[in-house]
């Protein structure tokens, strides 16, 4: 029998599952820190290892692998990974050196690898065109268009987390280099910031009593303070969910999909903020494809990364089909 592996493999944590026939069901699931050090030879070596001893002695076996990183070419070359702390890595070729003839490698962006789990055997069943925005510490975003993973040029088409929102002297500057992309408004590690120094500059809200104490407030209790019609958390969420919508609903126009995925870890758990985003979302979009569109919730969670990779592997090598 042919063992399917997917790899998530992400700035925080290092997962591996393998699947049999069905390619939903994991036969076995590994997960581990990434910890310390992170050198390419390293984690490779550690990847490996956990690969191997989950592969057994089956044969052939796939393993696709989603990460953290834009990927310069489809061998898993890595450009750029702020995650991993890489630049220039070419992961693919030194993983695949490593492991030998008798697997199979894929490489892929992580968020492409959700992207293609959530229309396996998520909220994008069935749908020939996709657009997955996940809004966690980043905003990332994956595109199924006529039935296909979107790659690009360049590998890097998706990036909704790069599309400008501002573009004056006083937009925001973004970790991609740039400014005014909707990351550095609604990306996860901008809005703790922007929370942070407007409650260091006094401001009042009941997040702070929901959270705890004014060094605990997350995005999470921001919402919780929105829902409850705090001033101050509805002021922010609703100047920040205006912002998201328009990236989505220029996107929307470009692509037409069917179906619009909203996940990550901030939005997963900011349900006012959801709901804002898709209010404001309605009146931007185009009205021609919003007749066309359902906007769904993620549904695979942490699971969507390792089925989308071991699939996407498993159709580049033909096995999963039919
Ligand atoms: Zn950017």
Redesign the pocket.
């Known amino acids: 029998m042919t063992i399917h592996i997917g790899v998530d493999l992400g700035g925080s944590n290092l997962r591996v599952a393998s699947y049999g026939p069905d390619g939903l069901v994991p036969l076995s699931h590994h997960r581990e820190d990434v910890g310390e050090p992170r050198d390419p030879a390293a984690i490779v070596e550690r990847l490996a290892g956990v690969i191997e001893r989950i592969a057994g002695a089956a044969g052939p076996v796939t393993v696709g692998i989603g990460i953290a990183a834009m990927l310069r070419d489809r061998k898993g070359t890595v450009s750029n990974s702020p995650h991993l702390r890489w630049r220039d890595v070419a992961f693919g070729a030194m993983l695949a050196s490593r492991l030998g003839g008798r697997f199979e490698l894929g490489v892929y962006n992580d968020v492409n690898a959700i992207t293609w789990g959530e229309s396996v055997g998520g909220a994008a069943r069935g749908c020939r065109d996709v657009l997955a925005v996940y809004v966690g510490t980043g905003i990332g975003g994956g595109i199924i268009a006529n039935g296909a993973l979107l790659e690009g040029a360049s590998n890097c088409a998706g990036e909704i987390?790069?599309v400008k929102v501002r573009w004056d002297e006083d937009a925001l500057p973004?970790?991609?280099?740039?400014r005014g992309?909707v990351?550095?408004y609604v990306g996860g590690s901008y809005v703790m910031k922007r929370i942070a120094a407007e409650l260091g500059a006094g401001a009042k809200t009941s997040a702070i009593n929901i959270a705890g104490g004014i060094e605990k407030v997350m995005p999470s209790h921001v919402d919780q303070a929105a829902a409850d019609g705090d001033a101050w958390a509805l002021g922010l969420w609703s100047e920040l969910a205006p912002l998201l919508a328009v990236a989505l609903g220029n996107a929307l126009a470009l692509l037409n999909s069917g179906r619009l995925i909203l996940g990550g870890g901030l939005l997963g758990r900011a349900p006012t903020l959801y709901q804002l985003v898709e209010t404001a979302l309605l009146i931007v979009a185009p009205v021609a494809t919003l007749e066309a569109l359902e906007i769904v919730p993620a549904e695979l969670g942490d699971d969507a990364g390792l089925v989308g990779a071991a699939h996407l592997a498993a159709a580049h090598v033909s096995t999963f089909r039919g």
């Open positions: 987390g790069h973004c970790q991609c280099g740039s992309c990351e550095a």
